[in-house]
């Protein structure tokens, strides 16, 4: 027996991939510019990318848009306002649509964000990752303390108000004074909005292969992420994410999307989709081609496809749980049957057995993680790989 699927809300992701320099902790798809970046053909690309993807999300309404990398923030913001224009004459765009951009602070130039503000975007996230200077040099980052904090001021002139700090924990040589220190200088500035990822050892890195000096141990790390959990919920940020912090209404609506199994068309290199069909009760993930150069000469054709790949209804549950089991709100029954077309009976012996383990909260209508299970999160979903 099947229930339903009904297509919940719709996003657009839009990855940018350049930077000034790449990162040695990043494994995002992100390429370091070699000479002057071909702005216009890319945006030419993204806009024939969803001319393609269209017949996929016919009628319905966009909810979020988020341009990430990469660093966006390398785009002139013209060349944003074209793409928003192209976007919004094919779809209808919600009311109130948050429209995100992320930004590296050592990109900022003074009067960029009057123009990212004219062409629609209505809220940035800023690749802080420290605020001390002898953190960000071991990070290889472009910036400094002073940059980050200064084109933050930037964007508050510019009248943006609704804006994300990406802060990094854990780091080489860093201890808890000083994480608490660099969460200091990042609440007083006063964000809408916190992400505070402990930095982990991504394969296929430079720290990967060759781990910087002087990273902190486990302990150390949970230790400096329930210090700074306190003083973020102090400074009245509710954590609403294993990593995601905001004040009163100011969650990031286009993470939210992902975390509650929403639908998103994925444009630019590398990107990935995933959409609800109503009619066809199917669940599509889309990806592109990962090089730039490849989906600049392919966008807009079959050949820009890296996959499509129907997601069967057995392996739903396990995806459903990888996203809502990171939100401290949980889910409600009701909305994983109609997201995954499965059943609710289908999980209930394996909600009882996280029930049984104390990592789950389950009523006849709602589940809900504890704070064990938050901190295991992953030993969770697992359990739901063979549900
Ligand atoms: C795709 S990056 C985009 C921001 C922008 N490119 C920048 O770095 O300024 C998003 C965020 O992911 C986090 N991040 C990237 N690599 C990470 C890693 N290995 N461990 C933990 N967090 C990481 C950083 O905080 C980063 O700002
Ligand atoms: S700037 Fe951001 S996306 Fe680019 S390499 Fe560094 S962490 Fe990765």
Redesign the pocket.
Known sequence: MSVALIPPPLSLYVHLPW?VRK?P????N?HEAKGPLPFDEYVDALIRDLDQDLPLVWGRSVHSVFF??????LFPADQIDRFLQAASARLRFAPGCEITL?????TAEHGRFDGYRAAGVNRL?????SFDDGCLKRLG?IHDSAQAQAAVKLAQDAGLDNLNL???YALPGQDLDMALADLERALALQPAHI?H??????PN?V?FARPPQGLPDQDAAWDIQEACQARLAQAGYGHYEVSAYAKPGRQCAHNLGYWRYGDYLGLGAGAHGKITSGGEQTILRRWKVKHPTRYLASAGTAASIGGDELIAPQRRPFEYMLNLLRLREGFALRDFQVRTGVPAAHIAPTLEQAAERGWLQVTDRQVTPTALGLRFANDVMELFLDA
Do not use: A
Not at 68 to 73: H, L, N
Not at 102 to 106: A, D, F, Q, V, Y
């Open positions: 930077c990162c902790y990043c494994d995002f992100s990430g990398g990469g660093t966006p923030s992320e930004t590296n602070p050592g996230s800023f690749g802080i990752q980052r990406d802060l990094m992400s990822y402990q930095l982990t050892l991504e890195t720290f």
